[in-house]
């Protein structure tokens, strides 16, 4: 059967089995190199005070949230977008891979 993708879709290369994450969406089990992670900066404090704060020259404190998508969870959030064909294929090296 033909092959979609050189890397099968994940970064480990020649690593051998990498450990798992849990989709944050679904809960579905994911190998951390295939899956789609998200960081972002999350402050407990209300973001009209925290401007106020900010005015007087105080520092707030923010934490950061990291969240694992699978694929098509990642595709059906808009995280990942489908691109054209045209953007996708790339071209053929030397020896035809």
Known sequence: MAKKRKSGGRSKGGQGKSKTVQCTRCGRIVPSDKAKKYTKRVSSVDPQLARELRQQGSYIQTRRVTAYYC???????????????????????????
């Open 71 to 97: 694929v098509s969870c990642a595709v059906h959030a808009g995280r990942v977008h489908i691109r054209q064909a045209s953007e996708r294929k790339t071209v053929p090296g030397p020896r035809g891979h």
